[in-house]
């Protein structure tokens, strides 16, 4: 167990819906980011959040948005959702802003299913 | 851009050595090592730095060529728990964002 909890672990929704994933990070941690897993793709970075502030940024679709709270919980929202949104997303959390030296702690994800 | 893994796929037996390899055609700040096993989340393995600082695993080694842009994970005396799928994540600067291989399936067997 990371510490990282992550809510709901499965989700199957329809085209064009929109859902919202949840998660928590370890205790003492300010950054959360989030990934996509998808076969085809491997996992893809997201977006990171540190202390509230978004921080770094990949490839996340316009569709997608996420924020962290002043709890230090995350939201990623996903809207529009397509059959492509299929995928295990992760989040995951580490101490400080950047990665050197620290490791980040993988929450045990939410596969979302588009149909 | 991202880093190639290879092999993408290694069968071993019990107490073999394995090489995997991470190769990036940008130059990099750091590189990470995470393992997955079938259905769970990616596991923290090792950080390898610009300049030689390390942090990880105390049965598995790396090494960082930073002139090459390339990094290399050493599991030695493969054990059955070694089995899942390893990736690489790579950073040109000391920022958050991981930019991971496509990952290399290690299968250990008795």
């Known amino acids: 167990d990371s510490g990282v909890t992550q809510t709901p672990k499965h989700l199957i929704t329809a085209t064009g819906q929109r859902v919202t994933l949840r998660c928590s990070p370890r205790?003492?941690?300010?950054?959360v980011y989030w990934y996509q897993q998808s076969l085809d793709q491997g996992l893809q970075f997201l977006i990171q959040?540190?202390?509230?502030?978004?921080?770094a940024k990949g490839n996340i679709l316009e569709r997608f948005s996420a924020q962290q709270f002043p709890d230090l919980h995350s939201e990623l929202n996903l809207s529009s959702l397509e059959l492509g949104d299929s995928a295990l997303y992760f989040c995951a959390s580490s101490k400080g802003v950047g990665l050197a030296g620290n490791e980040q702690f993988f929450g045990p994800g939410t596969r979302l299913t588009v149909l | 851009q991202q880093p190639v893994q290879s092999p993408q796929a290694v069968i071993l037996r019990e107490g073999e050595d394995a090489v995997i390899n991470c190769s990036s055609s940008k130059a990099l700040y750091s590189v990470h090592w995470y393992r997955q096993k079938h259905g769970e989340a990616p596991v923290f393995l090792m950080i390898?730095?610009?300049?030689?600082e390390q942090k990880g695993h105390d049965k598995i080694s790396a090494s960082f060529n930073e002139k090459k842009q390339q990094s290399s994970l050493y599991l030695t005396a493969s054990q059955l728990s070694y089995s899942g799928t390893y990736f690489c994540g790579t950073a040109p600067s000391n920022t958050g964002k991981l930019i991971f291989g496509q990952g290399t399936t290690l299968q250990v067997k008795p």
């Open positions: 390898l730095l610009k300049g030689g």
């Open positions: 959040y540190y202390n509230g502030e978004e921080r």
């Open positions: 205790s003492g941690d300010l950054s």
